[in-house]
């Protein structure tokens, strides 16, 4: 389900204005299969946060949806994952509730924490910041992902996360080993199709 995937398209409904129609554009902009969506809005509760994963997976013509830190909507919706933050819900109490096949992505912020969470059973990392970005502490850099990269096992996609607004910055992650790169602002404009 993740091997082409390229793009993490996260949202913030407050840019994107239509959620469903804002999935369907860039999803349909960008290869097949190299797209996955995480829906990341931290400020709905429960019942409008549900609604909004709806849209976006009817939205996303079969691109994997994983909804951020609420496992329980991620299940309710029957979404493909779900994204922990660094100090959310455990990755083994996660996959202890999740049926077979569940995804469960995290996000870190060293490589030593990456490895950590492929080791608890992550199937996705996301590790940054990369580059600099508002509020998000000191960049990493690329030789980051090189790093993790050689570290994880294979089957774990490293994803990089973190100040990737462009396709030469998207290219500097790839060349580095990540398989993937995520994105707000960026996923959310024409540069999502370049990211890819």
């Known amino acids: 389900m993740l091997g082409a995937v390229r793009v993490v398209l996260i949202t913030d409904r407050?840019?994107?204005?239509?959620?469903?129609?804002?999935?369907?554009?860039?999803?349909?902009?960008?290869?097949?299969?190299?797209?996955?969506?995480?829906?990341?809005?931290?400020?709905?509760?429960?019942?409008?946060?549900?609604?909004?994963?709806?849209?976006a997976m009817a939205a996303a013509a079969g691109a994997p949806?994983?909804?951020?830190?609420?496992?329980?909507?991620?299940?309710?919706?029957?979404?493909?994952?779900?994204?922990?933050?660094?100090?959310?819900?455990?990755?083994?109490?996660?996959?202890?509730?999740a049926p077979p096949g569940f995804l469960i992505g995290c996000s870190r912020h060293t490589v030593q924490a990456a490895v950590a969470a492929a080791s608890a059973g992550a199937d996705l990392v996301q590790l940054g910041p990369i580059f600099d970005t508002p509020g998000k502490g000191p960049p990493l850099g690329v030789a980051a992902l090189r790093d993790a990269r050689a570290a994880l096992p294979a089957h774990v996609r490293l994803v990089a996360v973190g100040g990737i607004s462009d396709a030469a910055r998207a290219a500097a992650c790839r060349a580095a080993g990540a398989d993937a790169v995520a994105a707000i602002r960026a996923a959310w404009q024409a540069s999502a199709v370049a990211l890819a």
């Open 65 to 97: 949806v994983m909804v951020n830190d609420r496992l329980d909507v991620a299940l309710a919706a029957g979404a493909a994952g779900v994204h922990l933050p660094e100090h959310g819900l455990a990755i083994a109490e996660a996959r202890a509730l």
């Open 14 to 55: 407050h840019a994107m204005g239509d959620v469903g129609a804002a999935v369907a554009r860039a999803v349909a902009a960008l290869p097949a299969g190299a797209a996955l969506v995480q829906v990341r809005e931290k400020d709905l509760d429960g019942g409008p946060l549900l609604a909004l994963v709806r849209a």
